[in-house]
């Protein structure tokens, strides 16, 4: 029997590991396509502008009078045989070999894992890192622009984990270091780590480089080094949001000339003594990549410049493990991902005090995995057997032809708060995104509003136009139904989820997963079947009493499709989520005026959106129907919801929950689902 779960646990790895590396392949292609596909006005910008017919490489004079190069004399000195290649096989090239690099970098970071690590962290390790290189901010931008910025990080990542001869490690490290001067901060961790003679090799290197560019370009090195100060002054203005640096964040926030400097050098320096000693720690703990990875970080907060196709640091460090709890282990990585593979317009709402969080999100990443992020020795009993999360017994199907999947159980505890906010924030901008984008033309989103009038008409549900004309007479009426409408369609479902994460964390989990389900079911309605509200149905009178008149005789009716598609309409949305209130509150509110105002709701809402003309009354139909698909995909997934018995009931009140023990000395294979409490049970099973 052993035998046969070790096999088909191999068999599911296996698979697993294949699926990955296709995954891999797909990113790979598309990201070629993409950059090949561009006009070459158009692609690999910055490499065009350095190699291209008119590239400055081609000019005579200096590097920098055009102030399109941002490299090093040395990068340039790199770069210029470069010339004499064909421009567009040199950008097929290009774009190959950086997607080696990117690869080659994938592997030597799944070999430096710190150990122990299981068989399926190691066969799994490297796809999925290389997927996620593939998928982050700065390896698109630099395969974009044809930037070299992933040449100096494989560089680093060579010298400390594939290269055994201390000199040679050293030579790597100063040859990264000649194309982007911060990153000598390597070679002070060499020093600090013991690696004494790779740090000096590494300084020799860096300064031989350097005196040869400064001989073969004596201009140009004069011009980067002392008029522009290392470079700092090249390229974009120092205070775009594409400089994810400290530097860069005091200028935005208004700080400028003396003051400005003399506080990025004291963050500067604080960040670089605080950083080394964590990396030094975490080097001498054995987790090596981690060390690494913070360095990195502080290199890209001290440099004066850290555009967005250097920020690769930061995703390393995701290696790091945070918190004592399994429940909380994946908040740290999850972060990382999202701020190193997603604008900071889709992680934060588009409020004004939120921006400073927002325009700095890469750099704050990097701060906190440089200075404060509390990884977790190896040391540590909760390294390898974190706090076990408290799982609900699993529930039979009430209807046996219904299929529970098992990888999929109920959770007692409270999710992580900053990891959920950011999933509502990312699910909910991608949910935006995907709505706007699922535009059709206005004669087939018409064509769909006469099928369903024709359908309703024939149902003699055609109330539409006698509610929206009826309720403009009404002025107190019109006004009611205006704001409900435009007002309550968010604050309901927020202040639902966020009363049942504080109250009642066990069922926040499966009533936010239900809303969830809805609302993506809700994107395939509004891609397949466009349609025209009665708001937009020309010839049939209707009122918008909440956007004002409109003009038929533009295409686009205004700046509102700007910022909406509005021809979203089936299934409609408002009235779904209503009914969604309207049924968890029934099923969980302990007072029956409190249901008696959840069944409000959604009748106040479907009165609003056919008052308004904003929907047809079979938008509302729509809309009920993914919200019980919603909760039925929840219920296959996750299982029903027990009520406890009385009986029940007394035990766990009478039962004294027991502490938590301290992590296991020797890993379970297979520990399965951990017992659960009585006293949990309670909380979860109850209501």
């Not at 770069?79 to 030597?108: D, E, I, R």
């Not at 100063?174 to 690696?195: C, H, K, M």
């Not at 994810?244 to 963050?267: K, T």
């Not at 009748?603 to 009354?617: K, P, Q, Y």
Request: charged content about 15%.
């Amino acid at each position: 029997m052993r035998g046969d779960a070790a096999a088909d646990a191999g068999a599911r790895t296996g698979l697993t590991r294949a699926l990955l590396w296709l995954v891999v392949a797909a990113l790979a292609v598309r990201q070629v396509a993409v950059v090949l596909r561009q006009p070459p006005g158009e692609r690999l910008l910055d490499l065009e502008t350095w190699i291209g017919e008119n590239g400055v490489l081609h000019m005579t004079g200096s590097l920098y009078d055009s102030g399109r190069f941002t490299g090093t004399p040395f990068a340039g000195l790199v770069l210029k045989p470069l010339t004499a290649t064909a421009q567009q096989t040199l950008g097929v090239a290009w774009t190959f070999g950086s997607l080696l690099l990117v690869v080659a970098l994938g592997l030597v970071a799944a070999k430096a894992l710190p150990g122990p690590v299981s068989r399926r962290t190691a066969l799994l390790a490297a796809p999925v890192a290389i997927s996620l290189f593939m998928l982050s901010l700065p390896v698109r931008n630099a395969l974009h622009l044809g930037q070299t910025s992933i040449l100096p990080v494989l560089l680093v990542l060579l010298a400390w984990f594939v290269v055994r001869e201390h000199r040679a490690a050293g030579v790597l490290v100063g040859i990264a270091a000649a194309f982007q001067p911060v990153l000598l901060l390597f070679a002070a961790l060499l020093w600090l780590t013991g690696r004494r003679q790779a740090s000096v090799s590494a300084g020799a290197t860096f300064a031989l480089a350097t005196a040869v560019a400064w001989a073969a370009a004596p201009k140009d090195s004069w011009t980067y080094w002392v008029h522009h100060l290392a470079g700092a002054g090249l390229g974009e203005r120092p205070d775009s949001l594409a400089n994810q640096s400290l530097h860069g964040a005091l200028l935005r926030l208004g700080l400028e000339g003396p003051v400005e400097i003399a506080l990025f050098l004291v963050l500067a320096a604080g960040v670089v003594v605080l950083g080394l000693r964590r990396a030094v720690r975490y080097a001498e703990d054995g987790q090596l990549l981690l060390a690494v990875a913070v360095t990195g970080c502080v290199v890209v907060a001290v440099s004066p410049t850290a555009w967005q196709h250097q920020l690769l640091w930061v995703l390393l460090a995701v290696v790091g493990k945070v918190g004592k709890r399994a429940s909380d282990r994946l908040v740290w990585p999850s972060v990382v991902v999202l701020a190193v593979t997603l604008p900071g317009t889709m992680l934060l709402p588009n409020l004004e005090p939120l921006f400073p969080v927002r325009d700095n999100i890469l750099l704050l990443a990097a701060l906190g995995a440089a200075c404060l992020a509390p990884f977790l020795p190896r040391t540590s009993p909760y390294w390898q057997h974190p706090v076990p999360t408290d799982y609900a017994k699993l529930v039979a199907a009430r209807w046996r032809r219904v299929p529970l999947l098992p990888f999929w159980r109920r959770v007692f505890t409270r999710p992580n708060l900053l990891l959920e906010l950011l999933l509502i924030r990312v699910v909910y901008d991608a949910y935006a995104q995907v709505r706007l984008a699922a535009r059709a033309g206005r004669p087939l989103a018409e064509e769909h509003g006469r099928q369903i009038h024709a359908i309703e008409q024939w149902l003699h549900i055609d109330i539409e136009h006698w509610v929206n004309h009826t309720v403009v007479k009404i002025d107190w009426l019109r006004d009611f139904f205006d704001y409900y409408y435009s007002t309550f369609h968010f604050i309901v479902p927020l202040t639902i989820l966020g009363v049942l994460y504080v109250r009642r964390p066990a069922d926040y989990r499966w009533v936010r997963s239900s809303i969830g389900f809805a609302t993506l079911l809700a994107l395939v309605g509004f891609w397949l079947y466009p349609l025209a509200p009665p708001r937009l149905m020309p010839g049939l009178g209707f009122i918008d009493t909440v956007h004002g008149v409109q003009d038929f005789a533009k295409p686009d009716y205004g700046t509102l499709t700007t910022v909406t598609n509005q021809y979203a309409a089936m299934p409609s949305l408002h009235f779904g989520w209503s009914l969604w209130c309207g049924v968890v509150i029934v099923m969980l509110a302990p007072k029956l005026w409190m249901k008696a105002l959840g069944l409000l709701h959604p009748l106040f809402t479907i009165a609003a959106i056919v008052a308004t003309a904003n929907h047809w009354v079979l938008d509302a139909v729509g809309g009920a129907l993914v919200v019980a698909a919603g909760f039925g995909l929840t219920y296959v997934l996750s299982g029903p919801r027990k009520l406890m018995t009385d009986e029940e009931r007394e035990a766990a009140a009478e039962s004294v929950e027991a502490p938590p023990a301290e992590p296991a000395a020797e890993p379970d294979p297979d520990p399965g689902p951990e017992p659960v409490p009585a006293g949990k049970q309670q909380a979860a099973h109850s209501g």
